[in-house]
């Protein structure tokens, strides 16, 4: 397993933010596999998706991965909501670090998000009512992947942080004594 620090979780659980407080904490390089696949294709998600399709993105992300795989160490790494839900991409991300489950409730998503028209699939009648079944659909692939499980709905920035840079700690202790 390589050493990097992956991010999971539902759109708007705060993979980007709490990516980039880890990187200046860590002194580590931070990667946002949505920023990655927009830069290579020329596009951003929102234009992927209208354009080419929900598979298609999933695609670009499962091929992510894989060139991540061979290319990254030692680094943070920030993956889309969607990401997880395939299992070849559960897969994929074991072997690319420690990988940190950001959960949020759907209502903690839903004031965070709820002016943001950049995402794709909470542009329906009921966002909320959205948030809730696809994060209920995703949890047991957010959870399969996951080595440790952070509750940030009610977490500051800081408290998160110390949570994972904890658990990262911890996991190195174990490593030198087993």
Known sequence: MKDNIILTGFMGSGKTSVGIRLSYSLRRTMIDTDKWIEKKQGMTVSEI????????????????LRELLKTTDHQIISVGGGLPVREE???????LGRVFYLKASPETIYERLKTDTTRPL???????????????A???AYASCADV?????????????????????DDRKERVQG
């Open 89 to 95: 991409n559960r897969q994929l991300l074991s072997r």
């Open 49 to 64: 998706f209208a354009e080419e399709g929900e598979e298609a993105f999933r695609n670009m992300e499962t091929k992510c």
């Open 138 to 140: 995703r949890e047991e």
């Open 122 to 136: 909470l542009q329906v009648a009921d966002p909320l009512a959205q948030i809730k079944r696809l994060s209920e």
């Open 149 to 169: 499980v952070v509750d940030v709905s009610e977490r500051s920035f800081d408290e998160i942080l110390e949570v994972i840079i904890g658990s990262l700690q």
